[in-house]
């Protein structure tokens, strides 16, 4: 089992940037790749970003390139998510999960609440 935290969510204004951390725990070396989801209120929860332990390499959706950032200190066993240019559509629930490979998570966090005002 991998256990997932989240913390670093928060009230920020549109514009504004908030930085997320996922600190991970238990079996994590069975899980090469480390993800963030969101899920915004009355839609279905959607891929953001994701990384590499081993490597570093990284993915994201279209609608944050430029914007947020991924990383993750190995060391800490914990995984960021830099954003910047908050947007009120960036509103939701933010999850960490743990995964085989970027596309396959096994293991979730309970997510923490991003809120962006306009």
């Known amino acids: 089992q991998v256990q997932l935290v989240e913390s670093g969510g928060g009230l920020v204004q549109a514009g504004g940037s908030l930085r997320l951390s996922c600190a991970a725990s238990?079996?994590?070396?069975?899980?090469?790749?480390m993800a963030w989801f969101r899920q915004a209120p009355g839609k279905e929860r959607e891929f953001v970003t994701a990384?590499?332990?081993?490597?570093?390499?990284?993915y994201y959706a279209d609608f944050v390139k430029g914007r947020f950032t991924i990383s993750r200190d190995n060391a800490k066993i914990t995984v960021y998510l830099q954003m910047n240019s908050l947007k009120p559509e960036d509103t939701a629930v933010y999850y960490c999960?743990?995964?085989?490979?970027?596309?396959?998570?096994?293991?979730w966090g309970k997510g923490t609440l991003v809120t962006v005002s306009s």
């Open positions: 990384i590499y332990w081993s490597g570093g390499r990284t």
């Open positions: 238990g079996r994590t070396f069975s899980s090469a790749a």
């Open positions: 999960a743990a995964g085989s490979t970027w596309s396959l998570m096994n293991y």
